[in-house]
Antibody, heavy 120, light 108 residues
Framework: QLQLQESGPGLVKPSETLSLTCTVS??????????WGWIRQPPGKGLEWIAN???????DYQSSLKSRVTISVDTTKNQFSLKLTSVTAADTAVYYC????????????WGRGTLVTVSS | SYVLTQPPSLLVAPGQTATFTCGGS??????VHWYQQKTGQAPVMVVY???ARPSGIPERFSGSNSGNTATLTISRVEAGDEADYYC???????????FGGGTKLTVL
């Protein structure tokens, strides 16, 4: 069974770039079985999908975040990453990485999540 | 973009049935998935493709989907079912994963 683990700074200053990495174990990220994605949850609020990527590099982005978000995959390290630029306090959230099955798309496995706080 | 509407809260006594709704325009034409999130934990899928159960999910969890409403039902509710429940679809018109706002289940 796939296991996913987020890593990255827990504190980011306003206007800077949030960078997170998800390490996948128990399976290969360059197979054709899954999309890889990021989902976030502000404290006390609901889930918000951020982006998906297929191992080939095909991407989908949340429209409201598209101008600030980049998702990428590194098949050599079995990892995928998220970059969110120009962060504000509104970007404070628990960030989850996930594997998504398709046809139709659903979230099969979640990382444990990592809290990122935007504060000076 | 596609919007999924869930009531914010649901109160149910132990042993009774909890019925969660997820409203969306013609939601019956797409597959709906449901996730359970206990406090401080990552979500876990409890129903996929409207009514299928992942391995390890009790038969007490069931789902249906028709018209403008999808439904998750938990029979014989237990204290351990207390959690937030989210519905989710794939909006093919925008290529977006869409979550409902979530319903908090309180077991009385």
């Amino acid at each position: 069974q796939l296991q996913l683990q987020e890593s990255g700074p827990g504190l980011v200053k306003p206007s800077e770039t949030l960078s997170l990495t998800c390490t996948v174990s128990g399976g290969s990220i360059d197979g054709s079985s899954f999309y890889w994605g990021w989902i976030r949850q502000p404290p006390g609020k609901g889930l918000e999908w951020i982006a998906n990527i297929f191992y080939s590099g095909s991407t989908d982005y949340q429209s409201s975040l598209k101008s600030r978000v980049t998702i990428s995959v590194d098949t050599t390290k079995n990892q995928f990453s998220l970059k969110l630029t120009s962060v504000t306090a509104a970007d404070t959230a628990v960030y989850y990485c996930a594997s998504l099955s398709f046809t139709p798309i659903r979230v099969d496995s979640w990382g444990r999540g990592t809290l990122v706080t935007v504060s000076s | 973009s596609y919007v999924l509407t869930q009531p914010p809260s649901l109160l149910v006594a132990p042993g009774q049935t909890a019925t969660f709704t997820c409203g969306g325009s013609n939601i019956g034409t797409v597959s709906v998935h449901w996730y359970q999130q206990k406090t401080g934990q990552a979500p876990v899928m409890v129903v996929y493709d409207d009514s299928a159960r992942p391995s390890g999910i009790p038969e007490r969890f069931s789902g249906s989907n028709s018209g403008n409403t999808a439904t998750l039902t938990i029979s014989r509710v237990e204290a351990g079912d207390e959690a937030d429940y989210y519905c989710q679809v794939w909006d093919s018109s925008s290529d977006h994963v869409v979550f409902g706002g979530g319903t908090k289940l309180t077991v009385l």
